[in-house]
């Protein structure tokens, strides 16, 4: 089998976690808790052993796999981005917000405001101590509880009432576009959670977004372009890791794996947008319950 210098990490290896980061990142059962669970399930101790070192190649070969995922996004959502960014100039140059896409251009920006601080204070810290899989387990089914919330809140009366009032959708739920800046703020805030392994980011945006009124297929959308800039920014921010000394010998890997994370996230974009049209977070909730705990037991 081909493997890369020093040996750390094979080509068999760098694909399939680019495969489960294209399915998990955007599926709403955390990328980073299934990253750090499966080496250990498939016995690949050449990754687990680098998993909760402080200083390790593992921070810089996950900032890839998430930067593919990302770039994924990027290719599927490309006609929105540029809507989007399109907007967002037009807004400095007449120095006010008209249209929907004006505001969704900015909502995302105040929604990246506080994952993008926590994220700087807290980053680093929150993967390194949550790096192990008896770890990522508890909190897979933590992030299961949070998804069945998020379903739950939904059906409240009062949120019912706040949709109702502004939809334009056809399951009544209100528009991304509604949101107001403090509640952008907010979800972005919840965001910074998925920083814990076995957090998803989707996920809490989502029961996030389906408290605030919005239906399954804003909500997922709306959580899909949010994640976008923040994990590229991660990605420029945490580059020097991977050309420095804390990348030698999974560069190579790292690379691989974020190719495949980026073909995996498009077929995997694409079903979730139809999927989330008609149907609900109740199966992914249900899985983390299960899969999380027989992880748990696994670990014990």
Request: with cysteine; net charge positive.
């Amino acid at each position: 089998m081909i493997t890369f210098a020093s040996s750390l990490i094979t080509t068999f290896q760098a694909i399939v976690l680019g495969a489960l980061q294209g399915v998990s990142e955007l599926f709403p059962i955390s990328s980073l808790g299934h990253t750090v669970i499966f080496p250990n399930l498939f016995g690949w101790q050449n990754i687990v052993k680098w998993q909760s070192q402080p200083e390790s190649p593992w921070l810089a070969f996950i900032v890839m796999l998430h930067v593919g995922s990302a770039i994924g996004l990027l290719i599927y959502f490309w006609k929105d981005w540029v809507e989007l960014v399109k907007a967002f100039f037009a807004t400095l140059s007449k120095r006010r917000i008209e249209t929907t896409t004006e505001r969704l251009a900015w909502l995302i920006i105040v929604a990246s405001i506080p994952v993008g601080i926590i994220g700087l204070v807290l980053e680093h810290k929150l993967r390194t101590l949550t790096a192990k899989p008896e770890i990522a387990s508890i909190f897979l089914v933590v992030n299961g509880f949070i998804l069945l919330a998020g379903e739950r809140v939904r059906r409240r009366a009062e949120v019912r009432a706040l949709a109702a009032r502004e939809s334009t959708t056809r399951d009544g739920g209100r528009p991304m576009e509604a949101l107001s800046y403090k509640e952008a703020g907010i979800i972005g805030a919840a965001e910074s959670t998925a920083l814990i392994a076995g957090i998803s980011r989707d996920g809490v945006v989502m029961s996030a977004g389906l408290a605030r009124g919005l239906d399954n297929a804003s909500a997922a959308k709306y959580s899909f372009l949010l994640a976008t800039p923040i994990i590229l920014v991660a990605g420029l921010y945490k580059i020097p890791d991977l050309t420095g000394p804390n990348g030698n010998g999974v560069r190579g890997a790292a690379v691989i794996a974020a190719i495949a994370a980026a073909i995996v996230a498009v077929f995997t974009v694409h079903f979730l947008t139809r999927y989330f049209k008609t149907r609900t977070l109740i199966p992914f909730a249900i899985y983390c319950l299960l899969f999380g705990t027989a992880m748990i037991i696994y670990n014990a």
